[in-house]
């Protein structure tokens, strides 16, 4: 069974910062893309940062700067650093597993709230 585990979010100021974690278990992690998504009520899921089974990473334009994607292959966990988090960075943020051959995986989710 392939189990996507995030952790780490919750209530943050603005200007502040959080760190995601996602845990897989299930599949080989070293061959899989990693990616965050995150969806904000009433509007679609859109990809914050992926990372590469290389270790290639990117982001969307509204996080640049401000967060960072990585992954540990020894603890089969990818991770994503907020830092100066902003209102709009509000929603359910959701941990990702892509390979071409295989199927996607997704993660149950974890809130992630900013007050304006």
């Known amino acids: 069974q392939v189990l996507l585990v995030e952790s780490g979010g919750g209530l943050v100021q603005p200007g502040g910062s959080l760190r995601l974690s996602c845990a897989a278990s299930g599949i080989t992690f070293s061959y899989y893309s990693m990616g965050w998504y995150r969806q904000a009520p009433g509007k679609q899921r859109e990809v914050v940062a992926t990372i590469s089974s290389g270790g290639s990473t990117d982001y969307a334009d509204s996080v640049k700067g401000r967060f960072l994607i990585s992954r540990d292959n020894t603890k089969s966990t990818t991770y994503l650093q907020m830092s100066s988090l902003k209102p709009e960075d509000t929603a359910v943020y959701y941990c990702?597993?892509?390979?071409?051959?295989?199927?996607?995986?997704w993660g149950q989710g974890t809130q992630v709230t900013v007050p304006s």
């Open positions: 990702h597993a892509r390979r071409t051959i295989s199927p996607n995986y």
